[in-house]
């Protein structure tokens, strides 16, 4: 039964493709069946591309049997965020103003995954225009977490996170800007990393903050997602804020990780009140693990974090509400016209008003607040001023610790419904993802196991300073190896077999 | 620090072009007003002595030679358009001017 | 049809205080911040990337030849450059701004602080003060269906090409600038003339206003003058008049508003703060949209762009690079070529500096250039109504000066030259041989006419035999009428008078 292939990581599917064990079809249609097996229930995809799927993998296959020389992960199945452009698959953003459009262009990560032979399965539910931590925002409907189906699965990009959690994918990409790898990792059991700014290409990534969003990936295991990122990072000339730097193999550095003499600083301001028991009992069991193997265990202090996300929800609407302006109804999209005519304007005002969701609406004219004549200094100035100061903390915080630790989020998965109603405790929901993205500083969630009081998975965060990803990529598969070698077994082993529990999905409707 | 009033909302739902409901105008007010309350902390600690960060990542002179590229053909631009004529896109009629 | 007050009755009145926004279109070979060529004729939505198109993901990168044309531009312009300027996002909807922001500098542009020379027809010289330079992209191009006019008003539609949309621009804007007075009109129309000599003369835009290459928008406010001793009245309400695409129109546009805002203030109206439209046709200007607290264009700098950090040496090597300001070029030429004041000032007006200086440099004398392209070539020029330089070229000038001056032709015969060359008849030397108008210089044929003309008046031959070197003149019309003109008429007179004695009795 072709159903074993998709509990592979994409490492060990890439290594029987490579063998010939199995072929790119193969591995393709198993995760096709996986996926309408499960989506009733999960529901992580808003477009599957089943045809053109099988045919990449065919041609894979026909390259191979060539002998022409492939990419390692050549053949191996993807899921795509649908905040990534791509060409001949319909990209929306999670939003009803994009529904049905099919760009002319691929993104840059696009680009560098076909290049390297990988199979696009489909494109992922995300909260509308990566607006969210529980991909309740979408306007296709929520996704549900694998490990309970009446939870969020994170967000923004909780389609990504349930896909690989429920072997729908071996692994996917993501975009974070306020944590939405990094979270939905943390409530799924699964990995994700938010790249140094720059480190991957922003072109063609739907943007919602630009001086905060990162593609990114999101897997099963560390290895899988220094795999992808191999694949994504480097230097793009169609990304000014692209960063020149050449980067080391994130892969090399998951085989050669070691944790002995590494210092790990321990942020103070982001533990105890407000997290989670059972959250705290894993982290602290993660970290007493990591120095048993050498690590050097200190604390540290990043006083500016209190005032992080008042910044980063000033910041990010304020940049969000511009970049969202081309939704207009001219050259793409959705276009509703009022009733009665009316001129441009009023086309535009209705498009916004039907097209964009409450949230995003919510945050555009948050954002137009910010911006605007008289408030300016006082808002978007004053949090472009925190900004500086939180990148003066992890200065100041890296000066004695080589990379820093901390829940990835202060809960476990929420129930679905349990916080659209108050915007604002969603947003303090992110308080320990989102100083990376006010610094442009790479941060990884891997898993840490399940919290005692609901079962549901808990992760750890780690956070490096720009540049240095691979410090993450060491740390985190280092614990990886620690933790299973303490269970016996992978976290998501122990997830419900959502086959079998297809029929009692939570009935999308009902949330 | 400041009371955000519903002529507020809807002047802003004016410049950022969504046509808001009646309602929609009096929850975002309310809504609006704490967030505000909450972010608002952000101008006690930006000091006059503190620089602004735009950019995480410091970059300068970031530039393109200049060559040409490759092109969308018009068919391709015109794809995803709710109304065209065939090569230009349609709007309904402008009221208000070029800036 | 506004009511306007007489110009001098205006001027009596009030002072005009002046402001200027022109914008420049570079030509680069790229866009601003995509790689579409720079080219917006052709195809509608051709020349366009999803940059340009504004599409989802796109993501602008600057052109750095459009950041150093624009350094040069702001050193021709006596500006300091920044050490940082930073893009910026303005945030207006219009259909033809596909991201419906424009990326431009708002606080901080390229260049600022400098001021332009601009010398006015009646000689006077002034100093226009300028703000500052910095760049931005076009938007597209808009065309209005279903009016009657084909303009915006009481159209049904609009169709949108985004070719233009990223065409890169640097736009330059003035200091408020006081003490045009009665020039105001003469100044407007010299500065935007000098803004296109200068970028012309660095060859960093076609600068072509009728197709939009460069495009003013004039400020004009009026202040009441006072009595003497009083303190000076407050500045007036100023308009922005757009649409103004010939050197001739901005003239007219700022005389206009002038008339127009002073019979308004002085029958105890009020200016509205507003944009208006010149209508070249009728030679108005027409109400457009009242500036209002709706214009809030939440400028803040633009995420996807990194400061422009220009380094001395690359500002230097710019300046180096520069040709001489139009106004300093202008006073060395009048100095090299000897000119009156007069006499420059006639050829500045006429508009053929550059013909000159390039006849020149093909070999005339200035004053002989001079003297053709404002003379004749003008005149031929105006009587068939088209531009001088359309006519001849400055090298089949040179080449007609110079026939000239080998004695090969005459004044006369160098006219009739030039008619052939004008007419396309080919070089000044082709026509001459093709319509055999040379000088006669073969003496054997002068001989044989002046010898068949003493002999036809034995009379004459005796006088001048007899010392009567006057009586000649007879003989002299005779042979160059005998020589269709085409003779040296110098040459006629020193042959007669040695055939005179040489021929026997
Ligand atoms: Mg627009
Ligand atoms: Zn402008």
Redesign the pocket.
């Known amino acids: 039964m072709t159903n074993d292939l998709t509990r592979l990581t994409a490492d060990a599917l890439a290594t029987k493709l490579a063998a010939g064990d199995i072929s790119s079809v193969e591995a393709t249609q198993a995760h096709l069946d996986r996926i309408a097996a499960v989506e009733g229930a999960v529901h992580a995809f808003l477009h599957v591309a089943s045809d053109s799927a099988l045919a990449e993998a065919a041609d894979i296959d026909r390259r191979r049997a060539a002998g022409e020389q492939l990419h390692p992960l050549a053949g191996v199945p993807i899921a795509i965020k649908d905040v990534i452009v791509t060409k001949g698959m319909p990209t929306t953003s999670g939003s009803k103003i994009l529904e049905g459009w099919v760009p002319p262009y691929d993104a840059t990560v696009m680009t560098k995954l076909r290049a390297a032979g990988l199979v696009s399965l489909g494109k992922t539910n995300m909260d509308e225009f990566a607006m969210g931590s529980s991909t309740e925002h979408s306007a296709y409907g929520p996704t549900h977490n694998p490990w309970d189906l009446e939870r969020i699965p994170g967000g923004s990009g909780g389609g990504s996170a349930a896909a690989v959690a429920a072997f729908e994918a071996p692994f996917a990409l993501g975009s974070d800007t306020g944590g939405s790898i990094r979270q939905p990792a943390h409530v799924t059991g699964t990995v994700g990393l938010k790249p140094t700014y720059g480190g991957v290409s922003r072109y063609g990534a739907i943007a919602l903050a630009s001086s905060l969003d990162q593609i990114g990936p999101v897997s099963r295991t560390v290895l899988d997602s220094a795999l992808l990122h191999d694949v994504i990072g480097g230097h793009d000339p169609r990304d000014s804020t692209s960063l020149t730097d050449v980067w080391p193999s994130f892969a090399e550095a998951v085989r050669n990780a070691d944790v002995a003499g590494l210092r790990i600083g321990v942020i103070k301001e982001l533990q105890g009140d407000g997290f989670q028991p059972g959250v705290m009992e894993r982290f602290r069991e993660a970290l007493a693990l990591l120095e048993g193997a050498g690590a050097i265990i200190t604390e540290v202090e990043l006083p500016s974090v209190e005032h992080a996300i008042a910044a980063y929800y000033l910041i990010m609407p304020a940049e969000a509400s511009s970049n969202l ?2 939704f ?1 109804s ?1 050259r793409f999209g959705l276009r509703v016209n009022p009733k009665g005519g009316g001129t441009v304007e009023d086309v535009m005002s209705a498009t916004r008003e039907q097209g964009f969701g409450a949230e995003t609406k919510r945050r555009i004219i948050l954002g137009t607040y910010a911006l605007s004549a008289g408030y300016y200094d006082a808002y978007y100035g004053s949090a472009q001023k925190v900004r500086t100061l939180v990148q003066r903390d992890f200065a100041a915080a890296f000066a004695n610790a080589d990379v820093l630790v901390s829940p990835t989020a202060p809960t476990t998965a929420f129930k679905l419904g349990e916080k659209t109603g108050d915007p604002l405790s969603m947003y303090l929901n992110d308080i320990a993802t989102i100083p990376a993205n006010l610094a442009g500083i790479p941060g990884i969630s891997v898993p840490a196991g399940l919290a005692a009081e609901d079962g549901l998975p808990v992760g750890i965060q780690f956070l490096a300073p720009a540049r240095e990803d691979a410090r993450l990529y060491g740390v985190a598969a280092a614990l990886e190896a620690l933790l299973e070698e303490k269970w016996g077994h992978t976290l998501l082993s122990q997830a419900p077999d959502l086959s079998s529990s297809e029929m009692n999905a939570t009935d999308e409707g009902a949330v | 620090m400041s009371e955000i009033t519903q002529e507020q909302v809807t002047h802003l739902a004016n410049l950022a072009r969504i046509a808001l409901t009646p309602e929609e105008i009096v929850s975002l007010t309310s809504e609006l007003g704490s967030i505000m309350d909450h972010v608002a902390t952000v101008t006690e600690v930006a000091t006059p002595d503190v620089p602004a960060t735009s950019h995480p990542i410091p970059l300068q002179n970031v530039f393109r030679d200049d060559v040409v590229g490759q092109t969308l053909t018009a068919e391709e631009a015109l794809a995803g358009a709710p109304d065209h004529d065939g090569s230009r896109f349609r709007v309904t009629a402008i009221l208000g001017e070029e800036q | 049809m506004a009511k306007l007050m007489d110009y001098d009755r205006a001027l009596e009145l009030f002072e005009p205080v002046l402001g200027f926004e022109v914008h420049i279109e570079l030509s680069t070979k790229t866009k601003m911040f995509s790689d579409a060529p720079n080219y917006f004729g052709g195809e509608p939505n051709t020349n366009i990337t999803p940059v340009d198109l ?1 599409l989802p993901g796109s993501l602008p990168v600057v052109n750095g030849q459009a950041v150093r044309y624009a350094i040069s531009l702001g050193l021709a312009l006596g500006c300091s450059i920044a050490p940082t300027s930073r893009f910026a996002r303005k945030n207006y ?8 922001y424009q990326i431009s500098q708002s606080d901080e542009p390229i260049a600022f602080a400098g001021s332009v020379e601009v010398e006015l027809p009646n000689g006077r010289m002034f100093t226009v003060p300028i703000e500052r330079a910095h760049m931005e992209e076009d938007a597209g191009k808009l065309t209005h269906v279903g009016g009657a006019t084909g303009r915006i008003q009481g159209a049904e539609y609009s169709l949108v090409d985004y070719n233009r949309a990223g065409v890169p621009l640097v736009e330059i804007v003035t200091d408020i600038i006081y003490g045009a007075e009665a020039d105001a009109p003469e100044l407007a129309k010299a500065y935007v003339s000098t803004i296109r000599d200068i970028v012309v003369g660095l060859g960093i835009s076609e600068a072509r206003m009728e197709r939009g290459n460069l495009r003013c928008d004039a400020n004009i406010s009026l202040r009441r003058r006072t009595p003497e001793g009083e303190p000076p009245a407050p500045l007036g309400t100023r308009t922005e008049t757009k649409n103004v695409n010939s050197l001739r129109s901005v003239e007219r546009a700022i005389r206009y508003e002038i008339q127009r805002q002073a019979a308004i203030l002085d029958e105890g109206g009020t200016i509205t703060q507003e944009t208006r439209h010149w209508h070249e046709d009728t030679g108005e200007t027409s109400a457009g949209r009242p500036k209002s607290d709706a214009d809030d264009y939440r400028y803040f700098p633009e995420p996807d762009l990194l400061p422009v950090v220009p380094s001395d040496e690359l500002i230097e090597e710019l300046r180096a690079a520069l040709p001489e300001a139009p106004a300093i070029r202008r006073r060395r030429l009048k100095a090299e070529w000897n000119f009156t004041d007069l006499e420059f000032q006639d050829l500045t007006n006429s508009g053929l500096v550059n013909e000159v200086i390039d006849t020149v440099a093909a070999g005339a004398s200035p004053a002989a250039a001079r003297k053709w392209w404002t003379g004749e070539i003008a005149r031929t020029a105006n009587a068939q109504g088209v531009d001088a330089t359309t006519l001849v070229t400055p090298l089949q000038v040179a080449q007609l000066v110079a026939l000239v001056d080998d004695g090969t032709l005459t004044d006369r015969l160098a006219r009739q030259v030039l008619e052939g060359v004008i007419a396309g008849e080919g070089t000044p030397q082709q026509v001459v041989d093709a319509r055999g108008l040379a000088v006669v210089s073969d003496d054997g044929a002068l001989i044989a006419a002046i010898d068949e003309a003493l002999q036809s008046q034995p009379d004459v031959l005796a006088k001048i035999r007899d010392g009567k070197v006057q009586a000649a003149g007879a003989v002299i019309g005779a042979v160059m009428k005998a020589m269709k003109g085409q003779a040296d008429a110098a040459r006629v007179r020193e042959l007669v008078l040695e055939r005179a004695t040489a021929l026997p009795e």
Do not use: I, R
Request: aromatic content about 16%; glycine content about 8%.
């Open positions: 302006a081309k207009d001219v | 504004g909807f219009y259909p033809d701004l596909a991201k419906n």
